[in-house]
């Protein structure tokens, strides 16, 4: 199974609201990954998880938040967001330490911020 | 840091053609070459991968060459079908103990029935 799932689909919110993107995989990766794909361009890094700690965050501004809560979930808390902000969110997975590097990637929730 | 240049941004062949779309790096240490295919509206999903002890890696009508000399590899698709049509991303990693993939801008597949 190589699956990674993601909820919302869509989510529609204001500057001044706050919700929450999430991801889970069953597939014992220990690294999660949070991507930002704007139309016709290639995914963006934004968080990278290593063993529920965070390893690389790519200068992301604090209107998003991060959290892994356990090795199968990921959240993207967001907060202030801007139209700009507006794209499609992707969750991804991999192993750590076995020298398998391939990247999983969920379905994704498209953000538009109204 | 790395930097991938990806050609052509789209391409359009026959059915029943191939296509070749090609991709340039620049960090040596890069050693682990994914090609993602997205169709539009849907996650990229991973086709085909090489690592750089590999020259080439086939998997049915999918073929991935790389040329560590020229630190350069391309994605073969032969015998194209219209449902081949979408974006391909290549992207190119320093592999264990780096989680950072670094991808071309993507070619846009279109194959003509």
Redesign the interface.
């Known amino acids: 199974d190589t699956e990674v799932t993601q909820t919302p689909k869509h989510l529609v919110m204001g500057m001044t609201n706050k919700k929450s993107l999430k991801c889970e995989q069953h597939m014992g990766h220990r690294?999660m990954?949070w991507y930002k794909q704007k139309a016709?361009?290639?995914?963006e890094?934004m968080f990278?998880y290593?063993y529920e700690k965070l390893?690389?965050n790519e200068s992301v501004p604090s209107r998003f938040s991060p959290e892994c809560p356990n090795s199968s979930l990921l959240n993207l808390h967001l907060h202030a967001l801007q139209p700009e902000d507006s794209a499609l969110y992707?969750c991804a997975s991999?192993q750590v330490?076995t020298?398998r590097?391939?990247?999983?990637?969920?379905?994704?929730t498209r953000l538009t911020v109204t | 840091g790395e930097n991938v240049e990806q050609h052509p941004s789209t391409l359009s062949v026959q059915e029943g053609d191939s296509a070749v779309i090609k991709c340039t790096y620049s960090d040596s240490a890069s050693n682990?070459f994914?090609w993602?295919k997205q169709e539009l509206g849907?996650?990229?999903?991973?086709i085909i991968?090489i690592r750089s002890n590999v020259g080439e890696k086939k998997d049915q009508r999918i073929a991935v060459t790389l040329n560590k000399t020229a630190k350069h590899f391309s994605l073969h698709i032969t015998e194209t079908q219209p449902e081949d049509s979408a974006?391909y991303?290549c992207?190119a990693?320093k592999?264990?103990g780096s989680?950072?993939?670094t991808?071309?801008?993507?070619t846009k597949l279109s194959v003509i029935p």
């Open positions: 690294a990954y016709k361009k290639p995914p890094l990278v290593s390893s690389i992707l991999s330490g020298g590097h391939e990247q999983y990637f969920g379905p994704g | 682990y994914p993602y849907k996650r990229p999903q991973l991968d974006v991303f992207a990693s592999g264990a989680y950072q993939l991808f071309g801008k993507g």
